[in-house]
């Protein structure tokens, strides 16, 4: 799970570096994202070696959601209206849920 939760962060890493980069206009913004997102896939490589790849990619790509969408919110002053607001607790639920109840492999 440690794997996974590293893969995460990086994930944010890359993906909030890929906005700096402007399209990829910015070259060392792009470069970050780049090695980011790398190390991202590396590191959920490792944690399906003990995970479900569909829990495993599940938590991934919805906590980076959830994550990227508070730092839209916070750092970019990107708006979010009630159906995205509801489409993320939806998503937070679902992790929830998937890791307190789900029978699947979660490391």
């Not at 470069?31 to 997102?37: D, F, K, M």
């Not at 990619?57 to 750092?75: D, E, K, P, Q, S």
């Amino acid at each position: 799970m440690i794997y996974l939760l590293f893969a995460i962060a990086t994930e944010v890493v890359g993906t909030t570096f890929l906005t700096i980069s402007q399209g990829f206009r910015k070259p060392l913004p792009s470069i970050a994202a780049v090695v980011a997102w790398a190390i991202s896939l590396f590191l959920l490589s490792r944690a399906l070696q003990t995970m479900s790849v569909g829990a495993a990619y599940a938590i991934w790509a919805g906590v980076g959601t959830v994550l990227l969408t508070l730092i839209g919110l916070a750092v970019f002053k990107q708006r979010l209206d009630l159906p995205a607001a509801l489409g993320m607790s939806l998503i937070v639920a679902g992790v929830i849920v998937l890791r307190l109840f789900s029978q699947v492999r979660l490391g």
